[in-house]
């Protein structure tokens, strides 16, 4: 049964959300992607499901080491933001698609400094690349997504900055959906994700 959450977040896009037109050539059997967009509980849910993704980590990016820590984070004044670092196989899955996933299902990039519930810039869509390569490509499927009009009337408002350093949140967090899903908050923003996961990578599911 598709929630309220679904079909809210499923009405701001064309039905055909198109796959990179630019990708990363697969090399080396590691990589890895910090990537931010709401509460990293949903975000690391996703990335958990997704085939070819070795690890999730939810943690704090866009800030100083001395500031990354929940409380302080949750301020909205450290410059941090709630981000998952996503290490992956490029052997089985590509940098390309696991932008796909985030755009379409992991999280929704025209909400400014928010997600759902959730308000500040501790919440906001980013993309933290590593290298030209991944820059690259995050801007030109930003650009191909923009001109295929796949948000409608939306403007996708996801930054794309140079990583700065990446800072794992605190154990509780960690893969805190896996271990709390009859939590209200999960069930009602978070479940939906995996739930559009699934049928829209069916492929990749895990």
């Known amino acids: 049964m598709l929630t309220l959450a679904s079909l809210l977040f499923a009405s701001i896009y064309a039905a055909e959300f198109p796959a990179p037109a630019t990708d ?3 090399k080396g059997s590691s ?5 931010a967009g709401g509460c990293f509980w949903g975000l690391e849910g996703v990335f958990d499901h997704v085939k070819g993704v070795t690890q999730a980590v939810s943690g704090y990016a866009g800030g100083s080491e ?9 301020t909205g004044r450290t410059g941090h933001a709630e981000s998952v670092r996503v290490t992956y196989d490029p052997s089985r899955i590509s940098f390309g698609k696991l932008l796909q996933i ?3 299902v992991a999280h929704d990039p025209t909400q ?3 997600q759902g519930p959730d308000s500040g810039t501790q919440y906001r869509s980013a993309i933290f690349y590593s290298g030209e390569e991944q820059k690259r490509v ?3 499927y930003v650009e191909q997504l923009t001109s295929a009009a796949v948000f409608k009337k939306h403007r996708i408002v996801t930054q794309i900055v140079p990583l700065a350093g990446f800072y794992p949140a605190e154990d509780y967090h960690q893969h805190f959906l896996a271990k709390n899903p009859s939590n209200p908050y999960i069930v009602y923003n978070d479940l939906p994700k995996l739930q559009r996961l699934k049928k829209q990578f069916p492929d990749l599911w895990k």
Not at 31 to 35: P, T
Not at 66 to 74: D, G, I, K, L, P
Request: a negative charge; aromatic letters at 12%.
């Open 24 to 26: 990363i050539p697969a």
């Open 31 to 35: 990589a890895s992607i910090v990537l």
């Open 66 to 74: 001395s500031t990354a820590n929940y409380e302080a984070v949750e």
């Open 102 to 104: 985030y755009f379409s």
């Open 112 to 114: 400014l400094n928010r």
């Open 138 to 140: 995050a801007e030109a």
